[in-house]
């Protein structure tokens, strides 16, 4: 009983690291300015959730 519990605490802390990660990600996205910057940002949010939404590059 207390190895399930202790695994779903790994898993908790895994989905907050991610979405943590994954908010940091797209702030330094939105302050991309070069085209490569970009892309080379979008592949690690890619890698990190393969179907986390990507913001539209702003005007």
């Known amino acids: 009983m207390a190895h399930n ?7 908790i802390r895994r989905r ?6 994954l908010k940091k990600l797209k702030a330094r996205l939105a302050e991309a300015r070069s085209e490569s910057e970009r892309a080379r940002i979008i ?3 890619r890698r990190i959730s393969p179907f986390s939404p990507i913001p539209e590059k702003r005007a």
């Open 5 to 11: 519990r202790a695994e779903r605490f790994r898993e």
């Open 16 to 21: 907050r690291r991610r979405k943590e990660k």
């Open 43 to 45: 592949e690690k949010i």
